[in-house]
């Protein structure tokens, strides 16, 4: 009796035996390009998998991920960083079983972390680390030395850009910066609000062989996200889209994605969703060097 054979696996979904990234910072150069969404969702995707999850706010003094969640916190990072809590004390219930510690809101110290703060940060991010499968950290937007000094402290970078040509400017400086101070950084790339995939990977291409052909190194696509009213409609109910609409078209995306970052590898060589970048860069790659 014909046997129909089975379907190959993806690339995407490749095991590696390498140990995964377990600590995942998501970034961008730019404000206003749903950063914040991406992590937010990312994070319930993961959780909805059956991963231990733990959403780290790290803009620490302008958080916001507990607003577009409408979660009502009694106190912050900040009262980790000073030990008047402990970490457990300051998580919050979040979506699909994701567990929040939420940022201060117009606390201007906190954007510069005493070496006090830094090591009670680091202890804190070593016991979530020690009670959870995934870190995810939404990182504040830029290069400040705060936003630098968090995206350090995780195995993977997530640049998350729309196809605004400064939003990309943006996210190409991103990664030189890091890149500049750790040039084993693994640094992928999601394209957020795009009409369709293709042209999320042309935002793609034009940032990737701008690295390699002035950086000296490559970005990974890990997909993107269109343009979708669910999202504005979740936002707006201040839910994540995966619980309020979780077959909605950007949430299918968004699961995808999480998907892929959760069968990435620790190892330099990661995965690499999309072929190397030829060295002839397109004729708008040169505003990005």
Same mark, same amino acid.
């Given at each position: 009796?014909?046997?129909?054979?089975?379907?190959?696996?993806?690339?995407?979904?490749?095991?590696?035996?390498?140990?995964?990234?377990?600590?995942?910072?998501?970034?961008?150069?730019?404000?206003?390009?749903?950063?914040?969404?991406?992590?937010?969702?990312?994070?319930?995707?993961?959780?909805?998998?059956?991963?231990?999850?733990?959403?780290? =706010?790290? +803009?620490?003094?302008?958080?916001?991920?507990?607003?577009?969640?409408?979660?009502?916190?009694?106190?912050?990072?900040?009262?980790?960083?000073?030990?008047?809590?402990?970490?457990?004390?300051?998580?919050?219930?979040?979506?699909?079983?994701?567990?929040?510690?939420?940022?201060?809101?117009?606390?201007?110290?906190?954007?510069?972390?005493?070496?006090?703060?830094?090591?009670?940060?680091?202890?804190?991010?070593?016991?979530?680390?020690?009670?959870?499968?995934?870190?995810?950290?939404?990182?504040?937007?830029?290069?400040?030395?705060?936003?630098?000094?968090?995206?350090?402290?995780?195995?993977?970078?997530?640049?998350?850009?729309?196809?605004?040509?400064?939003?990309?400017? =943006?996210?190409?400086?991103?990664?030189?910066?890091?890149?500049?101070?750790?040039?084993?950084?693994?640094?992928?790339?999601?394209?957020?609000?795009?009409?369709?995939?293709?042209?999320?990977?042309?935002?793609?291409?034009?940032? =990737?062989?701008?690295?390699?052909?002035?950086?000296?190194?490559?970005?990974?696509?890990?997909?993107?996200?269109?343009? +979708?009213?669910?999202?504005?409609?979740?936002?707006?109910?201040?839910?994540?889209?995966?619980?309020?609409?979780?077959?909605?078209?950007?949430?299918?995306?968004?699961?995808?994605?999480?998907?892929?970052?959760?069968?990435?590898?620790?190892?330099?060589?990661?995965?690499?969703?999309?072929?190397?970048?030829?060295?002839?860069? +397109?004729?708008?790659?040169?505003?990005?060097?």
């Amino acid at each position: 009796m014909h046997q129909t054979p089975p379907e190959p696996v993806p690339p995407a979904l490749s095991l590696s035996p390498t140990p995964p990234v377990r600590v995942i910072a998501v970034a961008s150069g730019k404000g206003g390009v749903g950063k914040t969404n991406v992590a937010i969702n990312v994070a319930a995707g993961l959780s909805r998998y059956g991963h231990r999850v733990a959403l780290i =706010d790290g +803009d620490f003094g302008l958080g916001s991920v507990d607003v577009m969640l409408g979660l009502t916190p009694r106190a912050h990072v900040g009262h980790v960083l000073s030990g008047e809590r402990t970490l457990s004390e300051v998580l919050l219930d979040g979506p699909c079983g994701v567990r929040i510690l939420p940022a201060a809101s117009g606390v201007q110290p906190l954007t510069t972390l005493t070496a006090e703060q830094r090591a009670r940060l680091d202890a804190a991010l070593a016991e979530a680390r020690a009670t959870h499968d995934f870190l995810i950290i939404d990182t504040a937007p830029g290069i400040g030395d705060h936003v630098v000094t968090m995206l350090t402290l995780a195995q993977h970078v997530l640049l998350v850009t729309s196809t605004d040509p400064a939003a990309m400017v =943006d996210a190409y400086a991103v990664a030189k910066v890091l890149w500049q101070i750790a040039p084993g950084a693994q640094i992928s790339l999601v394209a957020n609000g795009v009409r369709n995939d293709a042209e999320g990977r042309q935002a793609f291409r034009q940032i =990737d062989r701008a690295a390699v052909r002035f950086l000296g190194h490559n970005l990974r696509y890990l997909g993107s996200v269109p343009d +979708d009213q669910a999202v504005r409609d979740a936002i707006v109910q201040q839910r994540a889209l995966l619980e309020h609409l979780p077959q909605a078209p950007a949430s299918r995306s968004l699961r995808l994605i999480a998907t892929r970052l959760a069968t990435l590898s620790a190892s330099p060589g990661g995965l690499r969703l999309m072929p190397r970048a030829g060295d002839t860069p +397109d004729p708008e790659v040169w505003r990005c060097a």
